[in-house]
């Protein structure tokens, strides 16, 4: 029998034949969402999508683009939050 914390839909299924010819179940953990903005909603480009495990094992230049608010922001919110904060000082 299966573990019980596997019947539920937490982890993805994916069916496998064994090197000795059996045909089992495999259960992985599934992706989380894409990254969104926090102003528009939109899906983030450049940013990884993964288990925190494996994000972390990425290197900083791969995990989000290099420019300020990257991860929280889109590039047109980012380049709007910029102009923004320049026209108030």
Do not use: D, W
């Amino acid at each position: 029998m299966v573990s019980g914390k596997f019947k539920s839909r937490t982890y993805a299924r994916k069916r496998t034949v064994t090197p000795g010819g059996k045909n089992v179940l495999r259960h992985t953990l599934r992706k989380p969402k894409k990254a969104h903005c926090a102003s528009c909603k939109g899906v983030l480009a450049g940013v990884a999508r993964g288990r925190p495990a494996a994000v972390r094992k990425l290197s900083k230049s791969q995990r989000v683009p290099s420019r300020p608010y990257a991860g929280n922001l889109c590039s047109a919110c980012s380049r709007r939050a910029i102009i923004k904060k320049a026209r108030s000082e």
